[in-house]
Each structure stands twice: as structure tokens, then as C-alpha cells.
């Protein structure tokens, strides 16, 4: 009897010990997956961050020089305007040029 009750509980303790070992095994894949996944999220941030760097980068650049060309249209909007409104006097003091 003191034989049977030794032999179920080092069957039980042998079943304990493969379970802990099949529950340890599966938490160091868990681990390694998830070692995995943060590495590759890391080369991801980084990678985004390139991208975001090279697009603020762009947009500074396009931004300057959309605004320099909207300078540069507006003073000529202002220069033609200016030609015609001189134009528009000069026919107000000398009158129209053609008789009718």
C-alpha cells in the first residue's frame, strides 16, 4: 500500500513537472514571438520616422518656394494694376483718343 501511494504521487509528481515544462516551453515561445514583434515595431517607428522627417522636410521647402512664387505673382498683379490704372487716367485727363 505504502508502494502504491508512493508510485501515484511520483506518477502525479512526473505529470506536474511535464505540464510545468510544456506551460514553461510555451511561455518562452510566446516570449520569443513577442521579442520578435517588438523588434520589427521598432524598425517600423523608425523607418516612419525617416518618412516623417523627409516629408516636413519637403512640405518647409515646397511651402517657401509656393510662397515665393505667390509674391511674385501678387507684385506683378500689382505693377499691371498700377499700368492700368495709370492708363484709365490719362484717358480721364486727355479724354478718349478716338473722335466720334
Same mark, same amino acid.
Given at each position: 500500500? #505504502?508502494? +502504491?501511494?508512493?508510485?501515484?504521487?511520483? %506518477?502525479?509528481?512526473?505529470?506536474? +513537472?511535464?505540464? #510545468?515544462? %510544456? !506551460?514553461?516551453? &510555451?511561455?518562452?515561445?510566446?516570449?520569443?514571438? *513577442? !521579442?520578435? #514583434?517588438?523588434?520589427?515595431? !521598432?524598425?517600423?517607428?523608425?523607418? @516612419?520616422?525617416?518618412? &516623417?522627417? /523627409?516629408? /516636413?522636410?519637403?512640405? *518647409?521647402? !515646397?511651402?517657401?518656394? @509656393?510662397?515665393?512664387? &505667390?509674391?511674385?505673382? $501678387?507684385?506683378? &498683379?500689382?505693377?499691371?494694376?498700377?499700368?492700368?490704372? *495709370?492708363?484709365?487716367?490719362?484717358?480721364?485727363?486727355?479724354?478718349?483718343? $478716338? %473722335?466720334?
Amino acid at each position: 500500500m #505504502l508502494q +502504491a501511494t508512493a508510485n501515484d504521487r511520483a %506518477d502525479r509528481l512526473a505529470t506536474e +513537472a511535464k505540464r #510545468l515544462h %510544456d !506551460e514553461l516551453s &510555451l511561455e518562452q515561445s510566446n516570449y520569443r514571438n *513577442a !521579442e520578435s #514583434l517588438r523588434k520589427q515595431l !521598432e524598425i517600423e517607428i523608425r523607418e @516612419i520616422s525617416v518618412r &516623417l522627417e /523627409e516629408a /516636413e522636410a519637403f512640405a *518647409a521647402r !515646397e511651402g517657401k518656394r @509656393i510662397i515665393a512664387k &505667390l509674391q511674385s505673382r $501678387v507684385r506683378q &498683379l500689382i505693377a499691371t494694376s498700377a499700368l492700368t490704372c *495709370a492708363a484709365g487716367s490719362s484717358i480721364i485727363a486727355y479724354g478718349p483718343l $478716338v %473722335d466720334p
